[in-house]
């Protein structure tokens, strides 16, 4: 069972930048694909990234690519998503997620999630 916990939500203006956090409680970490969703009021849970479990390799949505950065520290279990230009319609709560084998863009290939941190961009 793999415990994650978010953090770095926050208030932000449009164009700003928040990076957020993900703990892992699996000293394995490294054998998970992660990801990023996020999820807006009425709206489904979308996908936003995904890491390979080494970090050799990311995959980013149309809507947040060029803009948005996942890494991840294995040595920490560690799990990161550097938010740069920040608009409104990023406003939702994000969560961090992971499985085991390659990493996938539908949040139902994933078997573990975070509770989630809201971010918050006012215009």
């Known amino acids: 069972q793999v415990q994650l916990d978010e953090s770095g939500g926050g208030l932000v203006q449009a164009g700003g930048s928040l990076r957020l956090s993900c703990a892992a409680s699996?000293?394995?970490?490294?054998?998970?694909?992660s990801g990023w969703f996020r999820q807006a009021p009425g709206k489904e849970r979308e996908f936003v990234a995904a890491?390979?479990?080494?970090?050799?390799?990311?995959y980013y949505a149309d809507s947040v690519k060029g803009r948005f950065t996942i890494w991840r520290d294995n040595t920490k279990n560690m799990l990161y998503l550097q938010m740069n230009s920040l608009k409104p319609e990023d406003t939702a709560v994000y969560h961090c997620a992971a499985r085991r084998g390659p990493y996938r863009t539908r949040s139902d290939d994933y078997q573990y999630w975070g509770q989630g941190t809201q971010v918050t961009v006012s215009s």
């Open positions: 699996e000293r394995l970490f490294n054998n998970y694909a």
């Open positions: 890491i390979m479990r080494s970090g050799s390799s990311t």
